[in-house]
């Protein structure tokens, strides 16, 4: 028996196992990002409102490992090219008018104009005809349709193209969710990146490429670089405005990951080494200067950086061994095997801001008072139902509990619950019938009540819950309890009991029902999921705060860590009650063994 | 095979047919197989009761079928892939019919093995060119387009002449849309504005759908796997029964309701996947324990040594004998999927506009319309009954101990 049950516990652990994969992989396949309603909330608000947001869901994904890969951490691979390409991307997102563009604008709108005037002659000399004074209907009419045949060809000014509006939102997210990961690459960009254009170039905005001003052989400052002898022109406004989005990165990305979360204590040492990580994070975040800066700040700026990175340099140089545990571990599913094996810690709840475990065990107590009393109430109620439909067998009161019961398996939990609740309670039309409250685990004001009076008011609440929570099973179970009685009820030991002139009573109830009884054991294994599961609907329509509800508001909130949190629980629980109901069944049954 | 009377019949009484008889003589059973079969042809015809579309319409500018030709090519009276689905039957229906008649004409005077092949043709075929023509014009339509409002015409002065269904109504009109135009609500309306009779019958094409598409995904998931774990065994079968373990592990519809919830917009096909993805292991620990038991009989041993190939040895030759207990699960699968599918519409998941009786149930619920939510939930009831009626006289009728 010792050795069944050890064998069956470490059949566990590869179903325990694969039950956490098909989790992870669930919340991370479907659609829809985890928290993306906090990234929608950053919306159409002010620059610095949307900055905050935009913080805020920084934050958030660092909290909860979102910024990292999910199987598999390559990011020790990305070089200088990688981030440069991000950086331009958003480069040329930015707003226009720093840096002098504001004038070249100018210029190239003028010229535009100019061209629109010089390539539509036929129409500007009759818009001067059309201009004159008097002029006759018809005659107006008539140049009208002219003018109209002629045509008209707007020359546009010419603009540096901008990247879509998706690709720019990728590389905000990508180079965020890179984290401290490029901060090396960072620096170097911020200091010494050019972007170059062939002097000849025919389109300056496109044929332009960036480059590391030291590999071409020239200072940051230089305005021409010389490549295989041809002269490339430096754009200093791109080169400007990649280095300090480079600086402004490097406030974000070179911060440190706190390591409390929110709702954690931690010790005081642990509060101390989080303090030190916050204050740090705030230095860093103010070393960044404006896109209209002198070059002495720049430099100050850059010297402050390099300071602190020689400082730093351990968190920043790689190996071969930390190329391979970033790889492997950095990762989501790492961090999710990791919080759950060794932490034994399911994460924090996105809506109530605490531990899941502390969320489930607020909750949890609520469903097993309901499930363990339904489980109770629905053996009490059909055993003795099995037995007397088997005793009876085939006569009225077999036939009649059979209908019932039948007529209970097929109603629907919600439709009687909601007809219930319409007529027994509070909310009924008829006065009299108002017997129970509508909702709720205990009235309100339960707390100054005696503990006795407690009892009563939240017995009375759950009348109709339990009801509506039992009576679905009870055709099952009976069933199942008539079948085993008569299957027993025909052997040759209850004939000898019958035969020494046993009472019937004695006989059915002494000799046969212990037998009888045995099948209705397995049953309890699989009933403990659906006891879990089932009373998603019955706490949804009498508001009873228990598992279900709370799953069903984690779903509509999105808050993934609850959800795989309570799929966990349950899991562990049922496969836990399947052993436990093999185990009760051996231990009743001397005729089983699993030796 | 369905009992075709033939005098070498009796001699060739096959397995099914000794069910068949068996199953006719439980009233009960067989008198909810008639329910089912009406509870099918609601769902079919439901056009024909209630549609804002006439069915001729005549003014200045000629004769014409709007009602007809609106069944499969106009998305204003098919609204998704599951209406036009039973359009398709309602335009086929007349065809199915002959096609029957001239079956069972054949079948006196063919003989009976024959009659056999020839009905598995014809029920091929027929299944074959329905989904061909489905999946055309489901994946062929453009988009919606517009529609003379017949109903607000039928009132002025150019109609000469038209016919309407008896009900003058579709389920998602709001009363703004029906508003003076000779609309008669048989059962009120619900918040909306919306007829809930209307919705009620159109309601049956939802139930019906998600619990029979959604219980043969599973029936096939579950029969190829029991089959694959209870035929080869060893490594296969220990994968699988740990696979099945682990998804015996989580409260089904918990695990329904979070995959649901992930989804943006969840429509009822993904319902109906969804449920046929998380349900399988039913089917497929009766089909693995069918398979163990075959596979040692004689008959499979034969034919393996004929040198059969696996495959057809899996499903020609044990695959048949396995079906029974399957069916019966599938039989109550049904009515708990019809369960799930209104479970899921009653929290409010899925689209709003579908007229589910799980949905309906609510809008009465949280308006305190009781006569609304009676209708509906006497509605689930019924179906969920009738199924459930079904599958224990099927059980019976297979379990030879009962035989009368």
Redesign the interface.
């Known amino acids: 028996m010792t050795q069944y049950v050890i064998k069956r516990l470490l059949l566990m652990v590869?179903?325990f196992l694969?039950?956490t994969v098909?989790l992870f992989v669930?919340?991370n396949v479907?659609?829809?990002r985890p928290g993306g309603a906090a990234e929608a909330g950053g919306g159409s608000q002010n620059a610095q409102q949307s900055a905050n947001a935009r913080e805020g869901y920084r934050l958030f994904k660092e909290q909860y490992y979102l910024d990292k890969p999910i199987l598999l951490n390559f990011r020790f691979l990305l070089d200088r090219q990688d981030v440069e390409a991000e950086l331009e991307t958003i480069a040329r997102n930015m707003a226009i008018g720093q840096l002098g563009e504001q004038a070249a604008l100018e210029v190239g709108r003028t010229a535009a104009e100019i061209l629109t005037q010089l390539t539509n002659t036929e129409y500007y000399a009759l818009e001067a005809q059309l201009a004159a004074p008097e002029l006759t209907p018809e005659a107006e009419a008539r140049l009208r349709v002219e003018q109209q045949n002629a045509g008209f060809d707007r020359v546009d000014p010419i603009r540096p193209p901008r990247p879509a509006p998706g690709r720019i939102r990728d590389a905000e997210n990508r180079i965020e969710d890179w984290g401290d990961e490029v901060v090396p690459q960072l620096l170097e960009v911020a200091h010494d990146y050019v972007h170059v254009v062939p002097v000849d170039a025919a389109a300056p905005w496109t044929d332009g490429h960036g480059a590391s001003a030291s590999a071409l052989g020239i200072s940051p400052g230089a305005t021409t670089a010389q490549i295989d002898g041809v002269t490339w022109r430096v754009d200093s406004v791109l080169t400007a405005k990649v280095r300090y989005l480079a600086v402004q990165r490097l406030t974000v990305n070179a911060r440190r990951r706190v390591i409390l979360r929110d709702g954690e204590r931690g010790s005081a040492e642990e509060q101390a080494t989080n303090r030190e990580i916050v204050s740090e994070n705030n230095r860093l975040a103010s070393w960044s200067y404006g896109l209209d800066a002198d070059a002495a700040s720049i430099a100050e700026t850059l010297a402050l950086w390099d300071a602190w990175y020689a400082d730093n340099q351990g968190r920043f140089t790689r190996s071969a061994g930390r190329n391979a545990a970033t790889c492997l571990f950095e990762t989501r599913f790492a961090r999710y095997l990791t919080n759950l094996f060794i932490h034994q810690d399911l994460g924090i709840s996105i809506r109530y801001r605490r531990p899941v475990w502390e969320v489930i065990a607020v909750h949890w107590r609520y469903s097993i008072f309901l499930s363990v009393a339904s489980l109770l109430l629905s053996y009490f109620i059909a055993v003795p139902l099995g037995i007397l439909a088997a005793v009876r067998q085939n006569q009225l009161a077999d036939r009649g509990v059979g209908l019932v019961l039948?007529?209970f398996?097929?109603?629907?939990?919600?439709?009687a619950a909601?007809?219930l609740t319409?007529y027994l309670t509070a909310?009924s039309d008829i006065e009299w019938l108002q017997w129970f409250p509508v909702s709720g685990f205990a009235s309100l004001d339960a707390t100054e009540a005696t503990t006795w009076d407690r009892l009563l008011d939240i017995g009375w609440h759950m009348v109709l819950p339990l009801a509506c929570l039992t009576y679905g099973s009870l055709a099952v179970l009976s069933r199942y309890a008539r079948t085993g009685l008569l299957d027993v009820i025909r052997s040759d030991y209850i004939r000898t009991a019958r035969a020494k002139g046993l009472s019937e009573w004695v006989v059915i109830l002494k000799h046969a029902v212990r037998n009888g009884m045995i099948p209705i054991l397995t049953l309890l294994g699989?009933t403990l999921?659906?006891l879990?599961?089932?009373s998603?609907?019955i706490e949804?329509i009498f508001v009873i705060d228990g598992i279900g509800r709370l799953?069903?508001t984690a779903?509509?909130f999105?808050d993934y860590n609850v959800?795989m949190g309570?799929?966990l629980l349950?899991?562990?629980l049922?496969?836990l009650g399947?052993l436990l109901s093999d185990i009760s069944y051996a231990l009743v049954d001397p005729r089983i063994s699993f030796d | 095979m369905s009992a075709a009377p033939s005098k070498n019949y009796r001699e060739y009484a096959s397995y099914w047919s000794i069910v068949w008889e068996q199953f006719q003589k439980n009233r009960t059973a067989y008198a909810s197989l008639w329910a089912i079969g009406l509870l099918f042809a609601i769902a079919t015809f439901a056009p024909v009761f209630a549609s804002k579309i006439p069915f001729y319409w005549r003014d200045e500018s000629g004769l014409s079928f709007p009602w007809f030709r609106g069944l499969l090519f106009n998305r204003n009276v098919f609204d998704g892939a599951v209406d036009l689905f039973f359009n398709q039957l309602l335009v086929a229906s007349p065809a199915a019919l002959v096609t029957w008649l001239w079956l069972r004409r054949r079948a006196r005077t063919m003989e009976v093995r024959h009659y056999a092949r020839l009905e598995r043709r014809v029920l091929l075929t027929w299944a074959a060119a329905f989904l061909i023509v489905f999946v055309v014009i489901s994946q062929g339509m453009e988009p919606r387009t517009a529609l003379l409002d017949y109903r607000a015409r039928s009132w002025r002065e150019g109609a000469e002449g038209f016919l309407f269904p008896p009900l003058r109504i579709s389920y998602e009109d709001t009363l703004h849309g029906v508003a003076g135009t000779g609309v008669r609500n048989l059962l009120g309306i619900d918040n909306a504005g919306r007829d809930i009779f209307v919705r009620l019958i159109f309601g049956t094409r939802v139930s019906l759908s998600v619990g029979v598409i959604a219980v043969s995904i599973y029936i096939a998931i579950g029969t190829v796997l029991g089959a694959v774990a209870g035929y080869f065994g060893g490594k296969a079968d220990l994968a699988i029964q740990?696979?099945v373990?682990?998804f015996?592990?989580?409260?089904?519809?918990?695990?329904i309701?979070?995959?649901i919830?992930?989804?943006?917009q969840p429509s009822l096909i993904a319902v109906m996947v969804i449920i046929g993805l998380v349900g399988w292991t039913g089917p497929a620990r009766l089909v693995r324990g069918e398979f163990l038991r075959l596979k040692g009989v004689d008959f499979v041993a034969a034919a393996r040594a004929c040198g059969f190939s696996d495959g057809r040895v899996i499903f020609r030759h044990i695959l048949p004998n396995a079906v029974g207990p399957v069916l019966v699960n599938a039989t109550f699968g049904v009515?708990s999927a019809v369960?799930v599918e209104?479970?899921l519409a009653?929290?409010g998941i899925g689209d709003p506009t579908l007229p589910s009786w799980?949905r309906i149930?609510a809008y009465?619920?949280s308006t305190?319309d009781?006569p609304m939510?009676?209708i509906?939930?006497m509605a689930?009831?019924v179906t969920?009954?009738v199924f459930?009626?079904a599958g224990e006289g099927l059980r019976d009728a297979l379990d030879p101990k009962l035989r009368k």
């Not at chain 1, 398996?409 to 439709?415: D, M």
């Not at chain 2, 015996?248 to 695990?255: A, G, K, R, V």
């Not at chain 2, 919830?261 to 943006?264: C, D, K, M, N, T």
Request: aromatic share 14%; glycine share 10%.
């Open positions: 590869p179903t694969m039950i098909l669930m919340i479907v659609p829809g039948f007529i398996y097929s109603l629907p939990t919600f439709f909601s007809m319409r909310s699989t999921p659906v879990i599961g089932g998603i609907i949804y799953m069903w779903i509509n999105r959800i309570v799929l349950s899991s562990v049922t496969l399947i | 740990r696979l373990e682990v015996l592990c989580f409260p089904s519809f918990f695990l309701l979070a995959i919830g992930f989804l943006p009515a369960l209104s479970s009653f929290l799980g149930l009465g619920r305190g009781t939510m009676l509906a939930g689930i009831f969920v009954s459930n009626l």
